[in-house]
Structure formats: structure tokens, C-alpha cells
């Protein structure tokens, strides 16, 4: 059996945020944006990270714990839920008992 992606979310589907870190770690921190803030809107989860001395190493910190929150979490499982749902309604509305099938014969639409 084959998986199929639901739906994914990227950085790109994200706010980012970079702010001075400050505290110790001297001047890299105090004077560069190293500190990242990741925000998923519509789940509303945010992670943060001002752990390394790179923007990048941050970044990646700060999206990893924006997807692990429980606010994100509870957003993919929503997510998944609905889309379960509509498979489920899809299926019970098609079945054979409920589709209709009519063929064009001599002009008219004729019920098959």
C-alpha cells in the first residue's frame, strides 16, 4: 500500500523573525540577529531559538520546536481529521446504490 502526502508545511508557509539574542555569550550575540522566532499562523504554534551563534542553526532549532509544540500538534491532527472525513463521506456517497447513470438513446436522456 502506497502513502500519500496529506499536506506539508515549510518554512515558506511560516513567519520568521530574527531578533538580537542578547544575554551571555558575548558580542556576536549582542550585536548580530541570531535569534530566530518561527510562527505558523494558522495553528497558531511559534518556536524559538537563540541557542547558536547562527541565524541558520536557530532557524532549523526554531522551526523544529514550532513543529513539535502542542498547539501545531493539535492543528496536523485537525487537519488529518477532516480530511478523513471528507474520504469517508466521498466514499458513502458514491456507492453504487446512490449514482444514477443515463444514456443519451433516440434525443432524450434515458435511466440506465
Known amino acids: 500500500m502506497s502513502r500519500e502526502l496529506m499536506f ?3 518554512i515558506k508557509d511560516c513567519e520568521v523573525q530574527t531578533f538580537r539574542a542578547g544575554g551571555p ?10 535569534g530566530v522566532r518561527v510562527i505558523h499562523h494558522p495553528s497558531g504554534a511559534v518556536g524559538e531559538s537563540r541557542d547558536e551563534r547562527t541565524q541558520l542553526k536557530n532557524k532549523k532549532n526554531a522551526f523544529r520546536r514550532m513543529a513539535e509544540s502542542p498547539s501545531f500538534m493539535a492543528w496536523v491532527k485537525m487537519q488529518t481529521s477532516k480530511d478523513d472525513a471528507l474520504k469517508a463521506e466521498v466514499e458513502r456517497d458514491t456507492f453504487p446504490d446512490k449514482i444514477k447513470v443515463e444514456t443519451f ?5 434515458v435511466e440506465e
Not at 555569550?25 to 541570531?34: M, P, V
Not at 438513446?105 to 436522456?109: A, F, L, P, S, Y
Open 8 to 10: 506539508s508545511v515549510g
Open 105 to 109: 438513446k433516440d434525443g432524450e436522456w
Open 25 to 34: 555569550g558575548g558580542q556576536n550575540q549582542n550585536k548580530r540577529d541570531t
